[in-house]
């Protein structure tokens, strides 16, 4: 099996995305699952996901396809999530508290188990559950819940204090929703998810659409520069 | 100027990140910054920032580095944010709720001006001062309010046919928060947003710190299969 440390980004995310449709195949009841079907699903192509499962071990029967639990199971093992995570969400404001609160994480073995903010009047109140603590005890309170991976939701200005802060505390990964770029030790895993960021990538894109369809949409349909 | 269509994906990433950067710069009071200093904030090099904002034409000078003004002016501009865009949330559970009252949209041009669901206890309530309508008003709603982006926040069984309805409704991007993949009609721009997806992106690399982090944690810290 090839070293888990070398997977690349890429590969990451189309394994997640086909733990996603194995999911749904499975609630469907379906045993088999071909490599065409995964990657119809996706938008991707059948040579694609038989090259990113094959860097995993034999998968799979030609002419048969994939057992659905089977490759459910080793997709788990591989993207890490055969066990349940620790996670913390550093800023209480309203996309931390719907981060709290999101019913898709504990169906994925995230627990939300850390809630941190600097507000006095948010440390010591609940939210599903969990008691908000304040930010000078993230240290403690990440090393007594194993805490391994956070998500930040604090303002720009805060951001980075909160990442080193986070870092010091031994956390191994951070989704940075906050609106600036953070830095991090090498060894913690980052990864940006900015909303607006991501909005940003719908506007610039549909700012092109193609002729196609603006033709379609009649000349008010128009897009673009 | 490159045609705005041939933007690769990753280039829009690097825009929009780019563009924080320099809004934070802004107001900070800086008024040039350097392609290095761009560069150290994300991570990534000179060249690459060079290389970026050369396909849009000439700014900056060597030596002196870019106006902050001008090039975010040029940035927005690129990404299509220099001017506003109404957006529709489709599912207003908690998530669905927390990006209505997301501070950071209006703040950057994205108006969540509709929201929609099919719960008959949630339609006719309002979030910031936006009335949820019943999904079938989707289409006539869109096109009143001039709806162009959409966030999709409904569970897994509902989100095909809600794409489906925003596609035909118009809308020209999609950014899918639902657990499933979704299909639209080439013309409509798509990206998946599923937080699970983007904790186990984290999962994923978390699995597999590189040695030297897992030494420095001592044996207990040793992470991986």
Not at 25 to 51: C, D, P, Y
Not at 84 to 94: C, D, K, P
Not at 118 to 136: L, N
Not at 197 to 218: F, I, T
Request: proline residues 5%; charged residues 20%; aromatic residues 4%.
């Amino acid at each position: 099996m090839t070293r888990a440390d070398s997977i690349p980004k890429a590969t990451c995310l189309r394994l997640s995305l086909y733990l996603r449709h194995l999911d749904h195949a499975a609630a469907q009841g379906l045993g088999t699952i071909s490599s065409a079907q995964l990657a119809a699903a996706l938008g991707g192509t059948a040579a694609q996901v038989r090259k990113d499962l094959s860097r995993f071990g034999q998968f799979g029967r030609p002419g048969v396809g994939y057992q659905v639990e089977d490759l459910r199971r080793a997709v788990r093992r591989i993207l890490g999530v055969d066990r349940r995570w620790q996670v913390a969400v550093v800023g209480v404001g309203n996309l931390g508290r719907a981060l709290a609160r999101h019913q898709g994480f504990p169906q994925r073995n995230f627990d939300v188990a850390a809630l941190f903010d600097v507000d006095p009047g948010t440390v010591g109140t609940f939210v599903e559950g969990v008691e908000v603590s304040a930010m000078d005890r993230l240290r403690e309170v990440v090393a007594e819940r194993n805490i391994r991976l956070a998500m930040l939701t604090v303002p720009a200005e805060a951001a980075q204090a909160a990442a080193d802060a986070l870092a010091k505390a031994g956390v191994e990964g951070i989704l940075n929703f906050a609106p600036i770029s953070v830095r991090v030790p090498s060894g913690v895993a980052l990864y940006p998810a900015d909303l607006t960021v991501l909005l940003e990538q719908l506007s610039c894109a549909a700012r092109c659409v193609p002729a196609a369809r603006a033709a379609e949409a009649g000349p008010e349909g128009r897009i673009g520069p």
